[in-house]
C-alpha cells in the first residue's frame, strides 16, 4: 500500500524553524515528484515546493523562496523542507504528494499524506 506520512510540525515563535519530513512506504520516493502544500483555515491549498524526480531541481512559492528549501534522501526515502524565519502566515496544514510533473498545483499529484500542523505564533 502506498502511503505518505508527514512530522515535524509544532508551534514555533516568528522567526525560529522546523524542519518537515515527508516518509514515503510501499514505494520509492526518488521515482515521483515530491510536492509540499498548506492549507490555512478558510483559504485554497497552495504549492508551497517541489522536487523533481529525473534532476532533482527545485521550484518555490515565491511567499517562502529564500527561507524554505526542500530535499531528499534517498537512502531513508525521505524528503524534507526545512522552514527558516517562519512568520504567522506562514501557519497551515502542510502536506506532502507524490505525482509526475513537478508543478505547483495539486491536481498534478496522486498521492498525499495525511498532513501535519505548522503554528508561527508569539
Known amino acids: 500500500q502506498l502511503q505518505l506520512v508527514e512530522s515535524g510540525g509544532g508551534l514555533v515563535q516568528p522567526g525560529g524553524s522546523l524542519r518537515l519530513s515527508c516518509a514515503a512506504s510501499g514505494f520509492t520516493l526518488d521515482h515521483y515528484v515530491i510536492g509540499w502544500f498548506r492549507q490555512a483555515p478558510g483559504k485554497e491549498r497552495e504549492g508551497v515546493s517541489c522536487i523533481s524526480s529525473s534532476d532533482g531541481s527545485t521550484f518555490y512559492a515565491d511567499s517562502v523562496k529564500g527561507r524554505f528549501t526542500i530535499s531528499r534522501d534517498n537512502a531513508k526515502n525521505t524528503v524534507y523542507l526545512q522552514m527558516n524565519s517562519l512568520k504567522p502566515e506562514d501557519t497551515a496544514v502542510y502536506y506532502c504528494?507524490?505525482?509526475?510533473?513537478?508543478?505547483?498545483?495539486?491536481?498534478?499529484?496522486?498521492?498525499w499524506g495525511q498532513g501535519t500542523q505548522v503554528t508561527v505564533s508569539s
Open positions: 504528494a507524490a505525482g509526475d510533473i513537478a508543478a505547483m498545483t495539486d491536481r498534478t499529484y496522486d498521492y
